[in-house]
């Protein structure tokens, strides 16, 4: 090929690229554009009151602290008279707890029980009972499913405890029937995802009455605490 | 000889093509119209330039929308210029978010809306006989207009489930009044669209979405 028709494709080849460079860089315009989103849902899951503690049976004593809807759990509750000298047949507290997820939940309780007594008649973690009641979903935005109670719920049935009659004491025999199956965090209850697609301030959720119950016997004389840790977690 | 007459005729050719792109490219464009916004978020942030000069690449992270985020609702306040020397049209294609989970983050609980068309830099070509047009239902500030639906779910008057293949949100009349070669910092339009997402009790997971807003020939209205 001649030097000189080398030279011009050369030339060319310059003044094409530096063209459409030059269209490239000059116009800086476009047609179109891009919005790219995303979102992260995380396991959530929350326990408050589901309302007003119910006492029943009890001489003397009081709700002290009584539970309100929808806001945080923190009842206190005074049983009251636990001897003989009160003669009705159990002294219980209903306290509903309200539960929301968005994943599956397990419900888990921890107790303690400190008596003023040192013999083996003083009030034990066997000597209270507990049960988880009724479970209800109900409500717009609560997803249906079919827990798995893990108690053998209210504690004061017939089927749930008796006297023993060895020793003549009540108790409460049934499968988690009593805070001596608690004294580490225990499952109480399980169950599917609570909520659908709702925000919140949706006030609805999964509620359940958990039973506490105590019978009047000649218990050593002293005082007694209970002490009880509810938590729920969605593994 | 021949090969010189070839070589201008070429060359020729090449400075027609470019000075033809020029005219046909200068006619429609789109990019961002100011830096985004956003409000309401838990670990959430958007990214885009503030200047009208710069292509629309917005990214947008709405961050944590279960109900670990209290806020009452995520906005985001995208900016968006338009230029062209001619009637036009704005669409949106929407790509992504195909969770089967009927309780997972929807097209449906992404608000979209249109808002505040103005005057890019303050210039713009002024026309009388015709109007910039929102699409319906694209008209309105999902922020302002979230209610809860039947379901006990939040719904918008127009949301990501209203886009359908190129779904058109925008028409009006020819937007700049010059024939400028380059994007300039005025003389075209803005308007914001705005995006928004109500934490609620989702089903847990990540969820991700593309929007592509195109500009192109629109109805021949006149200005």
Redesign the interface.
Known sequence: MPRHTHHIITKSILLTTLLAVAAVTCLGQSTTGTVTMSATVSKFVEINSGGAVTLTGNSGGGVTTDGVNNSPLAVSINLGELGPSNTNSFVTAQVPLKLRSNAAYVLSMAATVTSSGASASRITAADVGFGLGTVSRTGVGVNSGSDTNATSGDPTLAANGSVNGTTGRYEFTAVRSNLSAFSSATTALSGPIIMNAVPRSNANGLTVPAFFAVKPQFFENGTTTISVTFTVTAP | MR??HF?YG??TL??LL?VS??TS??A?????GGLPTITGAV??SVTGSALV?D??????????????N?N?IVKVT?P?AL?SNQPYQVSVSVSGLNNGN????QAS??GLGLQNIRKLGGAGQDCNQSTHIIRSPFNNDPALNAS?G?????TYPSSLANLSGATIILTGPVLSKNNS???QQSDGYVFD?I?T????????????????????PGPNVPC
């Open positions: 090969l010189r070589t070429l060359l090449l400075i470019a792109q020029s490219a200068q429609l464009d789109i990019s961002s670990g959430g000069t292509d629309l690449i917005v990214t947008i992270n709405f961050g944590e929308v279960s109900p670990l209290t009452s995208v968006i230029r009927a309780q997972a983050l609980d992404i809860v039947g379901s006990g779910r939040v070669i380059k994007r669209a995006f997402l109500t934490p609620q009790f989702f089903a847990a997971g990540v969820s991700s979405v593309t929007l592509i807003f195109t500009i192109a």
